[in-house]
């Protein structure tokens, strides 16, 4: 490690950390200094909320169509800290337009791409048939009202001087009724009768938020990572006129050892690893951020050893992973619960702190 270390551990390090925390590379290490100046320790825990609070934050965007009680048509948009929309759904829900999961941002996310959805008894086929043909109607339009309804909805927070926190629901009453006149003949021109907005919905997340509570969600996932590795930086070209690093995160997936592998709970950043990139393919390679999630499963990021380019798998729960030096981790104790959530990612932020502020 002590190799890697001189040869050049900044650069990846930050490459992560923007691919955590949406930060441009350029931007690390103000914000970094940022935190040092404001009293800040040299604590990973200080540091990776201070990331989080201060970084590049995403917007999430859902309108609800009621078409009767039970029935709601759900359209949902995610955009960037540039407010160009990246990732979008729309799905026809077996809810009213006031339930409650329809005003938490991050079951919006796995309701519209299908996710976690009941049926209701008291909703016909017929019913729901009917409203996908309205849903069918509607969607044409999304892709032109949901920047439309982003910048009223900001409008309206910037005029009434309310200030958003990370995480609230931003709805009013009055949004709603002004967006409702604005699409109203677009509606009937399309469904051929007026289809109510029941709410417009807002909310403001920072990208580790966002990838943790939209985890289920693999079309979101994947549109992040394409997102945020746009902004990772080139690398030096090597004197053979070839990048000494490969780019881009690849995703791969463990090899499971049942009988001599090491479980994912008593490994730390820094640990070998085995993945497969392909199937029947093994590759060795390096751990450089581990996390339990709040669901139980264990994301992990790292590097091949070969070329030095980025892995990533997200393992379903505990596991016995294949290592190429498994007898020397088996003494180590687990993980302390509490600890385990956050212990990879706070190992590599105090990495980064430490190659910054020395």
């Not at 090899?255 to 497969?276: C, F, I, N, T, Y």
């Amino acid at each position: 490690m002590e190799e890697r270390n001189q040869g050049g551990i900044d650069w990846y390090v930050r490459d992560l950390m923007v691919y955590m925390f949406g930060v441009p590379p350029e931007d690390l290490d103000g914000l970094v200094e940022q935190y040092a100046s404001s009293g800040g320790t040299p604590d990973p825990a200080g540091l990776f909320k201070f990331l989080s609070v201060n970084g590049r934050k995403y917007r999430v965007l859902w309108a609800a169509f009621p078409v009767g009680d039970l029935i709601s048509i759900l359209f949902a948009a995610v955009f960037g800290p540039d407010r160009q929309m990246i990732w979008r759904k729309s799905s026809v829900l077996p809810l009213g337009s006031d339930s409650g999961a329809l005003r938490l941002w991050n079951r919006v996310l796995e309701l519209a791409s299908g996710i976690g959805v009941q049926e209701d008894r008291r909703v016909s086929e017929t019913d729901l048939w009917s409203a996908e043909q309205v849903h069918r109607a509607l969607i044409r339009h999304w892709d032109q009202w949901a920047p439309m309804f982003l910048a009223e909805v900001e409008e309206w927070i910037n005029a009434t001087g309310q200030s958003v926190g990370e995480g609230q629901v931003i709805e009013s009453s009055e949004i709603n009724s002004r967006l409702s006149v604005d699409v109203s003949k677009e509606i009937r021109e399309a469904v051929g009768r007026s289809v109510p907005l029941g709410a417009v919905r807002y909310a403001v997340t920072s990208l580790p938020e966002l990838r943790d509570m939209g985890l289920e969600v693999t079309s979101l996932q994947a549109t992040l990572d394409s997102y945020v590795g746009a902004a990772l930086p080139s690398r030096p070209v090597s004197q053979e006129g070839t990048l000494d690093v490969p780019q881009g995160v690849m995703e791969v997936r463990p090899s499971v050892d049942p009988l001599h592998g090491v479980a994912l709970s008593l490994m730390r950043p820094g640990d070998p690893v085995v993945v497969e990139p392909a199937r029947e393919v093994e590759l060795p390679g390096t751990i450089y951020m581990i996390r339990l999630l709040k669901n139980g499963q264990y994301e992990v990021h790292g590097q091949f050893d070969r070329d030095g380019s980025f892995f990533k798998f997200i393992s379903p729960g505990e596991l016995k992973i294949k290592t190429p030096a498994a007898e020397a981790l088996e003494a180590r104790e687990s993980f302390p619960v509490a600890y385990a959530a956050v212990a990879g990612v706070l190992a590599l932020a105090a990495v980064v702190l430490y190659l910054m502020l020395s």
